[in-house]
Structure formats: C-alpha cells, structure tokens
C-alpha cells in the first residue's frame, strides 16, 4: 500500500534523517546526480560522486575509522556512471573503486543489498523499510555478526525508476556478489522481467515491502509478513474489529487511484467490511497529491461514517485528516502502518487513529524482540524522531535473513540462504510476524495477519505483548 513518485537522490544518512521526523521529504534535488556514503557508524570517508542516484554500504558498526578488528578502514570507493561504490569491509579495511571487503573472524563477509524508491512521494513512506535494514545490520555486527560473519549492507535509491531499479539489482548480483535481497521497495519498480533475472541467479528476495504485487508470483519472493491481498484483508479486519469493540459500525474509505495496490483495497472493501461485521457505507478515490479533499470529507461526513480509513501516501493522510475535521467529521481515521510516518504522531487531528500493522507493533517493548528493535533504532537510526511501521518491516526482513541462516557454514550463496527458508515451518521470528512457511520451489502463501496500533497523546501506542492476530 505504498505510493510512488518522482523526487531527489538522496543518501541514506539523509533518508534516514528526513523519513524519522517529517512528513514531507524534500524534492528539491530533483534530477542531480546521487553520492556514495558509507552506512556504517562513522566508518570511512565519502566517495566521489556519480550519475544515476544513490548506492551506499552498511559495514561494521565501529567507531569513527576503526573497523572491527581495529584496522584503519579506508576510504569508500569512487562512484562510477552506474552508481557502482566500493564497500567499507566489516573487518576493517576496504579497497578502491568495486571494493572488496576482508573477511571477519567466522569467515569471508555476507553481502545483502537493498534496492528501492527512497526518495520523492513514495520515499516518505518506503524510506523506513531501507533505514530498518540498515539498523538491523548495524546492530547485527554489533553484536557479532551472522554466526561470526560480519554483514554488507549495499542500498540503492531507484528513484521510482523501474529501469534503475533492474539495472542496480544486476550491478549488485554481478559487482557486488550479493546472495539476497532485503526488503526491497519495490512496490512499484519490481518488474517480471527482475525476478526472471533473480530467479535465473538464485538469489532471493528476503522479506519485501509487503505492498508489491509480486509478493506470491515467484519462487524466489520470501514475504516476512502479510503483503498484497493478504495484507489488503487484515488491514480492513483490523480496522473493523476495532471499531466495532469501539462502538462504531459505519465505515468510509478513500484511497488513491494511480496504484495497483489503491485500487486492490477500493474493489475489495465493501465485501471485507461486511466479512467482518461492519457497514460499508462510503468510499471514493482521488488523485495523487490532491491539495484538498473536501469532497470526499464532506461525503463521507453525509454518509454517517464513523470509521474513515485512507490507503496512499503519508502526506495525503495528513491533508486528508485536515480537511474532514475542517467539514466537521467528528470519527476516526484508520490507515496501514505502511503509509504512517513518525511526525504524525503529533497531528492533532489524527489523534485516535487505528493503524493496522502486519509485524509486531514498533511502539512496545514488551517481548526480548521489542527491546532489541527499539535499542537498535535508538542507537543507530541517527534520529531522535519516532520510529514508523517501515522500520519494523524492515528489521523483520533481517530478522528473516537470519533465521535463514541459522548453522549455516561454509559459502553462504543465494540457494543456500533459499534453503534455509525451506526449513521454517509456522517461525514467528519469536513473535515478530506471523506464522512463516516456505515451500521449494513454490511462491509464498499469502498470511492475513496483523494487529493495531493507535496515535494516542501525541504518540504511537499498542497493548499487550503484539501478540497478531490472523484472520
């Protein structure tokens, strides 16, 4: 359920710094040239600047230029007119342009990567799933890598580009030897001709953005949680449940229409609405970036809804928030937790607001998983902003990862990672996800499972454990 659009490259630093606290990342960079960076904390120095948008690397979590084995790191290699960057190694040093990282004490370096539209309208919600891969790395270093062996993080910023988006991932199997994929945000640049690609090179796409319609096409799709229609059928169970408990029966929507998954929502609302117990009794679509909608607020308003849900972009939620409590709606508002982002927090008119989330709830710290999340997001995030639901999505996906790889030795390839998958059956990643079960050679079956979170005093807030519920 996550919206594209045209916009700057960015950094990751940056992206990681805009998408924390803000709901409007800025385009004024659009069409420049994208740099280098090191991901790492505060390993390496910049390299130089390339052509075609963003690609950075995630090393060891060491200090300033030492890396974990207290060598000097060097600097990040030039980026060339493909974007291509030298890797900070995990152990501490790093060569030129291309980079090839040493190996850590448990054997030779994991290289992942992470391809996705981190920047413009899409980049507001999609930037936290490539910013929670990234903590996952660093704070899986930190505390001794993936059975000894430290992780590569390689990302890259498509620009909502589906060409970019092919190329980078080739550039990443090809020049970079990643064995798989995290979470890529590709709701909208995934391609079939990519995953014939991957499907061809055996490398696996671990954990997705949950919003893609590839999500249960492929072999090599891992989802970590519920994605596509799945997700559209616990979103719209969740919100109706907890209106109901809250005493509301009356349900409204309105969703974007540019968007595959938008649409996907729009045709199946009314039939899960009335699934679960509720009535349906408005939804309308509007456009992308709509300055007002006015209209469908004071339609819904009309229609006696008591429960307005929005499917697009965090921006849009925002306005749209603004302009029903201005025609006096007087309800709440729901929303998936993919498209909610941590300022709104403190939106005074999106106070009560039910967002559905498809992984544990990111505001507890109840579960050893939950503490580990928020340590990690506090620590290395570089913000002091909320996390958002993208974050968790993104973490989960490493979590997968390392599940995957649980007693693996020798060369980590991408089948060997797949095979990995192969084992969990009903793995809940100690509570972070559904049930996960993965079958050789076949997509994914699609889960229907989530839970709620709520704004509540200018914060995010959930009860209990997390535990999610499937429907």
Not at 264 to 269: D, E, G, L, Q, W
Not at 345 to 366: C, E, K, M, R, S
Request: glycine share 16%; hydrophobic share 35%.
């Amino acid at each position: 359920m996550l919206l594209t659009g045209c916009g700057s490259q960015l950094s990751e630093k940056e992206i990681a710094s805009r998408t924390a606290g803000s709901a409007q990342l800025s385009a004024s960079n659009a069409g420049t040239s994208g740099g280098a960076t090191d991901a790492g904390a505060g390993s390496g120095t910049t390299g130089t600047t390339g052509t075609t948008g963003t690609l950075s690397t995630t090393g060891s979590s060491g200090t300033a230029a030492t890396g974990s084995s207290g060598a000097t790191s060097g600097s990040a290699g030039s980026t060339g007119s493909t974007g291509s960057t030298g890797t900070t190694g995990s152990s501490g040093s790093s060569s030129g342009a291309g980079g090839s990282s040493t190996g850590s004490q448990g054997g030779p370096d994991i290289v992942v990567g992470n391809v996705g539209t981190v920047s413009g309208v899409a980049g507001v919600a999609l930037g936290p799933v490539q910013r929670g891969v990234a903590i996952w790395a660093k704070y899986v270093n930190a505390h001794g890598g993936i059975n000894g062996r430290k992780v590569v993080l390689k990302v890259a910023d498509d620009n909502s580009n589906s060409a970019d988006y092919q190329r980078y991932v080739k550039q990443m199997v090809e020049q970079d030897h990643v064995v798989a994929f995290l979470a890529n945000e590709d709701a909208q640049t995934e391609s079939t001709s990519t995953l014939k690609y991957l499907e061809g090179k055996n490398i696996p796409l671990v954990g997705t953005d949950t919003g893609s319609a590839f999500n249960f096409s492929s072999r090599v799709v891992f989802p970590q949680a519920s994605a596509g229609i799945g997700y559209t059928q616990m979103s719209v169970a969740v919100w109706v449940k907890q209106g109901l408990k809250d005493g509301k029966s009356k349900f409204g929507l309105v969703t974007c229409q540019e968007v595959a998954a938008c649409n996907t929502v729009y045709s199946n609302f009314d039939s899960l609405v009335k699934k679960y117990g509720g009535d349906p009794v408005y939804k309308g679509q509007t456009s992308l970036g709509a300055p007002s909608f006015t209209s469908e607020c004071l339609a819904a308003v009309r229609a006696g809804v008591q429960v307005l849900a929005y499917v697009g972009d965090p921006n849009s939620l925002t306005r749209l928030a603004s302009s029903c409590r201005s025609q006096g709606y007087k309800g709440v508002f729901a929303a998936p937790g993919s498209i909610v982002i941590g300022s709104q927090a403190q939106d005074a008119n999106l106070q009560g607001t039910y967002i559905d989330v498809n992984v544990t709830p990111w505001p507890l710290a109840a579960t050893a998983e939950q503490k580990a999340f928020q340590q990690a997001f506090s620590r290395y995030s570089g913000t002091d902003g909320q996390p958002a639901g993208g974050d968790m999505v993104g973490w989960v996906a490493g979590r997968l990862f390392e599940a995957a790889l649980r007693g693996a030795k020798g060369t980590i390839t991408g089948q060997s990672v797949m095979s990995g998958l192969y084992t969990l059956r009903g793995d809940t990643l100690n509570g972070l996800t559904g049930p996960l079960t993965y079958h050789a050679g076949k997509p994914a079956t699609p889960l229907t499972c989530g839970s709620v979170v709520f704004i509540q005093g200018s914060k995010f807030a959930a009860s209990g454990d997390g535990k999610l519920t499937c429907y």
